[in-house]
């Protein structure tokens, strides 16, 4: 089972970044998907996280309105649309997925979460 994410860089504060993360090793509609992110002397944190069968979103306060989590079974990729950053998104981003079952509300907390990819880095200048 392998997580990778990708899609980060370096932005402007007000720009836009969409990051990805391919699943693989296993089915990937069965999992709950989420983003976390560490900033540098900080702890992680729940960015957003999508059911197994994309239904049910949830977010971060810090991120709603401006950031979208999507993805494509088919394609064994989950999504995230960053728009409207600020130098406090810059952060270590990570994907992960939840064993939970497709049609429930995902978790926000990373206790739940089972196998994490190697993270991308989102950096926003000001």
């Known amino acids: 089972v392998q997580l990778q994410a990708s899609g980060g860089g370096l932005v402007q504060a007000g720009g836009s970044l969409r990051l990805s993360c391919r699943g693989s090793?296993?089915?990937?509609?069965?999992?709950?998907m989420g983003w976390f992110r560490r900033a540098p002397g900080k702890d992680r944190e729940f960015v957003a996280a999508?059911?197994?069968?994309?239904?049910?979103?949830v977010y971060a306060d810090s991120v709603k309105g401006r950031f979208t989590i999507s993805r494509d079974n088919a394609k064994q990729m989950v999504y995230l649309q960053m728009r409207s950053l600020k130098p406090e998104d810059t952060a270590v981003y990570y994907c992960?997925?939840?064993?939970?079952?497709?049609?429930?509300?995902?978790?926000?907390?990373?206790?739940?979460?089972?196998?994490w990819g190697r993270g991308t880095q989102v950096t926003v200048s000001s």
């Open positions: 999508i059911s197994g069968n994309g239904e049910h979103t």
């Open positions: 090793g296993r089915t990937f509609s069965a999992y709950a």
């Open positions: 992960a997925d939840d064993p939970k079952p497709p049609s429930v509300e995902p978790s926000t907390s990373a206790a739940d979460y089972d196998v």
